[in-house]
């Protein structure tokens, strides 16, 4: 067997995963003598579960490969994004999800568009929002590339061929999609990730495959271009990472991260209200963990030089440590957990569509005479259809890969970052917030971080979304200031909510 | 309707527990203190639904789930059993009116298992949604007076649902201790 190549080692190993995701939405589905696990896809998880959950959800193709890679990259520096990012989003969290839970319980939202029309009675927020969410598909074809570049490097078929065999896994994932395969796969790869970001920092300190632990690392990344090295606090120049104010920026635009429609849903999942403090406190400690797999790109450029394409130093670093049983397994491990992201990004979209788009907006001017029954009906139809139009879309946006993941990623999740700040975190913890401020913002938000793209041009997508953040901000809390609150009895209705 | 009353005691532990969750910036000044406590009797209906669905891969199954739906407050929530019952009897205390009927309990719980089923599962073809057995519980929960604090300051503290909050957040009760002229 010791013969067998890191490739055929990945074949197997993949081969072995869809088998075992097979097994596991059979087992589901044949197992229980209630067939509760089935039916309710996602039950009421308790705190550890959810957890893992989150962890598993929040970190992606992103924090395996796009990370990584900018770390591959820019050196030393980079070292801030780990830093930073999990502080950023589970402040976020906790300034917004304890509202969000509990108002979300009172007005049965199905998801966050949902959830911001009712806070501000608005239907122009909901409609707003989930459009703005379907900037989503970027996230969805961040983790096609991320699979699709594992499968070029672990198993050696062109990258085009990957993003097919990508959409081809995940259509399985989706069909098979019962409760217990979630629960299990979401957990377990949650737990899994956990384990080869802990990995991955242990190795990194002890400068595995180098002379002198990091420092050998440092002294490898010096000897290839002076400027990566961790004596460099920031990389001068650099449109990430180039100063004190633009780490700043990144701290800020991860600030309402978890307001992603397909995170801050994860609230939503807790059994109780009283559960979150728990969720809270393990969320923190498990999400910084896994910020550590960017040390991986670090060693990787030790180890391997500067002639990869940044995002596969991840796999190559596997391919070059460890022996190609264990190596192809850690690159399906990552795969797989790529790839359940997608599978819950797809159910996000599709969710946009089917509940804020149409049941909770336009199914009463385009189907007045539509039973109740019938309108749940075409909305499950809207949902599929859905769910096959990001995925082909996603394919398409995949086709040719962009350089940086993170960036790809960041082009959809800026915009609903600089969207959401005003409305859903300072909505969420500040009472005196107005409809008009929550409308202002949200535009500006959008407008704003738009035309830093596309007017401005700044390559910075973190640096642009804090910058909108900031924007946005200042916007909801000197409108909100200038306009008539909104009535008592409303937030009454959502602070405190009381039966009449 | 069976009631049943839910018994529970209040120990200094959860005292400081929800001074804690309540004023978490000032625990450290031990600035309140407990001048006395009442006792709330909350009242929660639990509906057992019963859920019948067919999808794609699989026909006729069926299941039964359970909702606590709050009688103060519009709140359900889905739970995995009933309230532990360590004893029942006469309930010393404050016992508010109920502000929704059995039916509307049915209601509210059919319609929380209609949005997961709905939202959670990708592959539903059909299905049904039944409410039976609504039972009322009443369980056993503290109002803390703090000492030289109004009444908006005082804390909730419900040990079933491991809630703690200052009285200003929890209106519905709020309202039955400024009604009430109870003695501590």
């Known amino acids: ?500 | 309707m069976k009631k049943t009353a839910v018994h529970a005691e209040l120990s200094d532990k959860q005292i400081r527990f929800g001074i804690k969750s309540a004023y978490p910036f000032r625990r450290f000044l031990n600035k309140y203190e407990k001048e006395g406590f009442l006792t709330f009797w909350y009242p929660w209906y639990y509906v057992s639904v019963t859920v019948q669905m067919d999808t794609y891969l699989k026909k006729g199954m069926a299941y039964k789930d359970l909702v606590a739906v709050d009688c103060l407050r519009p709140i359900r929530e889905r739970v995995t059993s009933y309230p532990e019952i360590h004893s029942s009897g006469v309930m010393k205390g404050i016992v508010p009116d109920l502000k929704i009927t059995e039916k509307d309990a049915d209601d509210e719980a059919i319609d929380l298992m209609k949005g997961i089923v709905l939202s959670r599962n990708k592959l539903l073809k059909d299905y049904e949604l039944s409410a039976d057995n609504c039972r009322l519980f009443y369980l056993k929960t503290f109002v803390v007076k703090l000492k030289n604090r109004p009444p908006q300051d005082w804390l909730y503290i419900d040990e079933h649902f491991q809630a703690a909050a200052k009285l200003s957040l929890r209106p519905e009760v709020l309202s039955y201790i400024q009604k009430e002229n109870v003695d501590y």
């Open chain 1, 1 to 500: 067997m010791d013969e067998l190549s890191i490739g055929a080692w990945a074949w197997f190993w993949l081969v072995f995963f869809i088998v075992g995701t097979l097994g596991i939405g059979v087992y589901a589905m044949t197992k229980t003598k209630t067939d509760e696990d089935f039916a309710v896809a996602r039950k009421s998880y308790g705190p550890y579960i959810l957890v893992l959950a989150l962890a598993s959800t929040i970190a992606s193709g992103a924090t395996f490969m796009g990370i990584p890679g900018l770390a591959y990259d820019k050196g030393f520096p980079a070292l801030w994004y780990p830093a930073i990012y999990p502080i950023g989003i589970y402040i976020g969290l906790i300034l917004s999800v304890q509202l969000i839970k509990r108002a979300g319980d009172a007005f049965r939202s199905n998801s966050l568009p949902e959830f911001l029309g009712q806070r501000f009675d608005s239907d122009f927020l909901r409609v707003g929002f989930a459009l703005l969410s379907l900037l989503l598909i970027y996230y969805v074809t961040a983790q096609v590339v991320a699979a699709a570049t594992a499968f070029e490097v672990m198993l050696g078929v062109d990258y085009q061929w990957g993003v097919i065999v990508t959409v081809i896994v995940i259509g399985i994932y989706i069909t098979i999609g019962g409760s217990h395969a979630d629960i299990l796969t979401d957990a377990f790869q949650g737990g899994l990730m956990l384990l080869i970001a802990l990995l991955i920092t242990v190795m990194f300190f002890l400068g595995t495959g180098t002379e002198g632990g990091a420092a050998g690392i440092n002294a490898a990344i010096g000897a290839q271009d002076a400027s990566l090295t961790w004596d460099n606090y920031f990389s001068a120049g650099d449109p990430i990472f180039g100063s004190l104010w633009l780490v700043i920026l990144m701290f800020i635009a991860h600030l309402p991260f978890a307001m992603n429609p397909h995170i801050g849903n994860k609230a939503f999942a807790l059994k109780d209200s009283a559960q979150l403090r728990k969720f809270l406190i393990m969320a923190i400690p498990i999400g910084s963990i896994l910020g550590f797999a960017v040390l991986g790109g670090l060693h990787a450029r030790a180890l391997i030089g500067p002639e990869l394409r940044p995002d596969a130093a991840i796999p190559a670093l596997f391919v070059e440590l460890f022996p190609p049983a264990l190596a192809g397994f850690l690159g399906i491990a990552i795969l797989s957990a790529i790839i359940s992201t997608a599978d819950g990004l797809f159910v996000s979209i599709a969710v946009i569509f089917s509940n804020d788009l149409y049941r909770k907006t336009f199914s009463h001017k385009i189907h007045p005479n539509k039973s109740q029954k019938e309108v749940e009906k075409t909305a499950l139809n809207i949902s599929r259809g859905a769910t096959i139009l990001t995925v082909f879309a996603a394919m398409w946006l995949a086709w040719n890969p962009p350089d940086f993941l993170a960036i790809l990623l960041w082009i959809g999740v800026g915009g609903i970052m600089s969207g959401a700040a005003g409305p859903l975190v300072i909505g969420s913890i500040w009472r005196r917030s107005t409809k008009a401020g929550a409308i202002s913002s949200f535009l500006v938000g959008v407008v704003s971080y738009a035309a830093m793209w596309l007017v401005i041009g700044w390559q910075n997508p973190f640096g642009a979304a804090g910058v909108c953040v900031i924007l946005a901000s200042v916007v909801m809390v000197v409108v909100s200031l200038v306009t008539e609150p909104m009535p008592e009895d409303k937030l009454n209705e959502i602070f405190s909510p009381v039966r009449k």
